[in-house]
């Protein structure tokens, strides 16, 4: 393992590029072909976003060094030290983000292989460069380029969304794009009004300068800082801003509503980055600014989307709602500072976002279902001469209204597999055993229980906000399993002639994988719950970053090296 290391040391800056780069390059391609080669399109979608996946996993098990605490590459992508030029930061949380963005981006496009990518034009280059701007974002260290990669980001998104047209979209659209087009604009007001105060907007060299910020001037960066995190709440979806989510991500096609299951998830990533980095223990007088606006405004958000759900009987908009609780959940988690808590709801972040978006794709599936108005019976009356005598139908047994005989009915393939996947689906975003949402819940629970950590005594207690937190983790589950089983009994308990739902594997395959995923972090929650207490820790000791980021240095040129060789020389 150490030679291999060794080996690919050289080689893991420049491959950290590659999630930026490699969907660049292929939605830049795509545009020089036209509209007419939509074959060739998908399969350099397929091909770029598989390579993409191989290319994060790669970057994941180099960010998760067993022997380090925390391994943190930086990449100087000008050749300019920090805080003067560009830098690009990998560590377990970001390689996390990586992997998590390619799965989900590499589900939607073999769901949309089926038939949605033909419903508009350019939906392939969009697509590649909708999964640039999340990478982008989740490797940038400073927050000018995380502007540019939100801008890449919500702009590909515009014309995601719009894709297939229709009225439903259109309108929700131009709600989507007018809350975003504010929430940039929040962006770049506080981002001025930081670099006004601290003239820097690197993010570690930000760490560096809050706590040296004059008492004068502390007033009026604390209100630059709730300006910027307005922008990425906005983002996370908390309440009362995420009134745009539900109506746009369930207008929009299932691709697309399943990759944007990850858009709420880049607000909740910058928000905890950025907050443990500049408020943390070490920022002085700002430590752990703003917790109580995260506690509160979570709680209120998980309130907002499990009685949502509760309202709402249609699949896409039980799986916005369900974004929403998912968020307010963490938001919540985070606001506490503590790094057993952390690790905890970043277990239950992979989790709930693969669920969700299994959840968007099946609502596709069940909504064609429903729409078709057959029979799912296998036969009507007037086939019954096949039947033997002992099968004819007779009083006393349970009967069907066509007096079929029930007992015996065989389920088509195709439904038994989106009712086993809408189980799934219910028990990870509620919560329950025995899959993986179960386990994420029930390490927040066990923190706030138990809270014992970085910068906490050990005679800690609960208190009025971990008790209400306990009660709503609790609560909200409860209202999300009501709202989806009683979906779930609509959908599948109660229907009556209905033809058998013609599946293609390139739509069942996306949801089983993406479930698949969830169970494999069930089957693996011990390793997964260790990269998660060590990501956690890393996050909650920000001087490993700031070290990092700070201390790399450009790679000299060849005349510094001949210098250099020259000096040495006897």
Sequence with gaps: MSSLNEIMAPLMPHLMLAPILLPLLTAALMLLMGEDRQRLKLTLNLASTLLGLGVSLALLGWADQKEAASTIEVYLAGNWPAPYGIALALDRLSAMMLVLTSTLGLASTLFAAARWHRAGVHFHPLFQLQL???????????????????????????????????????QSGLHFIAINLAASSLFLIGASMLYGITGTLNMADLAQSIPEVAQADRGLMHAAAGILATAFLIKAAVWPLNFWLVPAYSAATAPVGALFAIMTKVGIYVILRLWLLLFGLDSGASAHFGSLWLIGGGMVTMVFGAVGMLGSQRIGYLAGFGAILSSGSLLAAIGFGQNLLTAGLLYY??????????????????????????????????????????????????????????????????????????????????????????????????????????????????????????????????????????????????????????????????????????????????????????????????????????????????????????????
């Design 132 to 170: 640039m701007g999340l990478c982008g974002a989740f490797l940038t260290a400073d927050l000018f380029n995380l502007f540019v990669f939100f801008e890449i980001m919500l702009a590909a998104s515009y014309g995601l969304l719009l894709h297939g047209s229709g009225r439903a979209r259109v």
């Design 349 to 570: 972040l992979p989790s709930s976002t693969l669920a969700i978006s299994a959840l968007f794709l099946l609502a596709d599936l069940m909504d064609r279902w429903r729409n078709d108005g057959a029979s799912l019976a296998p036969y009507d009356n007037d086939d019954a001469p096949f039947l033997t005598a002992e099968l004819v139908p007779s009083k006393g047994l349970n009967l069907d209204d066509d007096e079929l005989v029930l007992t015996g009915r065989v389920i088509p393939a195709a439904v038994a597999l989106l009712g086993l996947a809408f189980m799934a689906c219910t028990l990870v975003i509620a919560g329950l055993p025995p899959l993986s949402g179960f386990v994420g819940k029930f390490a927040m629970l066990t923190a706030l229980l138990n809270p014992f950590g970085l910068g906490m005594s050990a005679d800690q207690q609960p208190g009025t906000a971990g008790w209400m937190l306990v009660a709503l983790l609790i609560g909200t589950g409860l209202l999300a399993l009501i709202a989806l089983t009683r979906a779930g009994i609509l959908h599948f308990w109660a229907t009556y002639d209905r033809a058998s739902l013609q599946l293609r594997v390139l739509e069942g395959l996306p949801i089983a994988g993406l479930l698949g995923a969830c169970a494999l972090l069930t089957l693996q929650a011990g390793p997964v719950m260790r990269y998660m207490q060590a990501t956690a820790d890393a996050l909650h000791t920000p001087e490993l970053y700031v070290r990092a980021v700070m201390s790399a240095r450009p790679i000299p040129g060849p005349q510094a090296q001949r210098t250099d060789a020259a000096q040495e020389a006897p």
